[in-house]
C-alpha cells in the first residue's frame, strides 16, 4: 500500500516553527517510505481565513523545501459534501440541532474542556434532526449548530498511534460521551474541523496523520465519526510540540517564530532544520 501523509493548515495567521516541524516530518517521513504528500487548506470558517495567509503557505513550504501533490484539496469548496456525508448518517451520529450559546453552557455546566470544548450538558439533545432527501437543501438546517450523540452497536474503539503514547489505543463509547460529549459537527453554515477532516484523510486515502500531540484526544472523535461514516481509520504520529523561548505553546497570533521573521533575518532552510532537530 502507497504510503500517504498531509500537512492540513488553516490559513488564518502566518505559519510559525511548529507548522515548520509538522510539515518537515510529515514531508520527510513520506519521502522515506517513497509516499505520497498532500497539502489540504482548511479553510472552514471564512471570517478568519484569508487569501494572503494563504499565498504565504505556499511560499514558505515552497521556500522549505517541501514539494505537495498537485491536486491541493480546499475544503472551503467541498461544504456540500461534508453536509449530505453528515445527513445520511443522521440516525448514527443521533444528530440534533443545537441552540445554545458558549455562555449557555458554561453557566450550566463545570466540565473540564476536552477537545471539543465544554463537555455539552445535554440540553438541545430532543431536537434530533431525520434524514430527508429535502433537509440536504434546509437553509435553516445550514446556518444552525449542529451536535452529535451516536448511537452505535459497536462500544469500543481503538487506534494505532506511532509516537505520543506509542501502542495501540483504546476507548470506550460510554469514556468518549463522559469526557468528550456531544461534539459540534457543522457550525451555522460551515463543517466543523472534526468533521471535514476525517472526510477528507479518506478522500485523500491518507494512511498516516502525522500531526501534534494537543489533537491526540481529538483523535478519539475522529474515530467514532470514522465509524459511523464507514471510513478507514489511518496510522496516527502524535509529535511533540514546538515551544516559544519561555517554554509557551506557539499560537498563530503570535508572529515573533513565524518562518517569514526567519527568513527576513537571514535563516536558510536548512538552519530551520537544524534549530528543529530534524537532520
Ligand atoms: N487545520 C488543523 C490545524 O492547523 C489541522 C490539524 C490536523 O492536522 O488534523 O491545527
Redesign the pocket.
Known amino acids: 500500500m502507497t504510503f500517504i501523509t498531509r500537512f492540513?493548515?488553516?490559513p488564518t495567521g502566518p505559519l510559525h516553527l511548529g507548522h515548520a516541524y509538522s510539515a518537515l516530518l510529515a514531508y520527510d517521513i513520506s519521502q522515506k517510505n517513497k509516499g505520497n504528500f498532500h497539502l489540504r487548506i482548511?479553510d472552514l470558517d471564512q471570517s478568519r481565513v484569508r487569501s494572503e495567509w494563504e499565498e504565504k503557505i505556499y511560499e514558505d513550504l515552497s521556500w522549505l523545501g517541501i514539494k505537495w501533490n498537485k491536486i491541493i484539496l480546499r475544503q472551503s469548496e467541498r461544504l456540500d459534501f461534508y453536509f449530505s456525508k453528515m445527513l445520511n448518517k443522521a440516525k448514527n451520529f443521533g444528530l440534533f440541532r443545537c441552540k445554545c450559546s458558549r455562555g449557555d453552557i458554561s453557566s450550566i455546566t463545570s466540565a473540564p474542556h476536552g477537545p471539543d470544548g465544554l463537555v455539552y450538558p445535554g440540553t438541545c439533545r430532543n431536537e434530533k434532526i431525520y434524514f430527508s432527501k429535502e433537509q440536504h437543501q434546509n437553509l435553516d438546517l445550514l446556518q444552525s449548530n449542529i451536535r452529535m450523540h451516536p448511537n452505535l452497536k459497536k462500544k469500543s474503539f481503538n487506534f494505532k498511534e506511532n509516537i505520543f503514547q506509542k501502542g495501540q489505543s483504546v476507548f470506550t463509547l460510554s469514556d468518549f460521551k463522559k469526557s468528550i460529549g456531544d461534539v459540534v459537527l457543522w457550525r451555522r453554515g460551515y463543517a466543523a474541523?472534526h468533521l471535514a477532516?476525517v472526510i477528507d484523510d479518506a478522500y485523500q486515502g491518507v494512511t498516516d496523520?502525522i500531526?501534534g500531540e494537543d489533537?491526540f484526544e481529538a483523535t478519539k472523535i475522529h474515530v467514532v465519526i470514522q465509524n459511523i461514516l464507514d471510513l478507514p481509520t489511518p496510522k496516527y504520529h502524535h509529535h511533540r510540540l514546538i515551544n516559544d523561548e519561555a517554554g509557551n505553546r506557539l499560537a498563530k497570533r503570535n508572529d515573533a517564530q513565524s518562518i517569514s521573521l526567519y527568513r527576513k533575518k537571514g535563516y536558510s532552510p536548512d538552519d530551520i532544520r537544524e534549530l528543529l532537530g530534524l537532520f
Request: cysteine-free.
Open positions: 492540513a493548515p488553516s482548511e474541523y477532516s496523520v500531526r489533537l
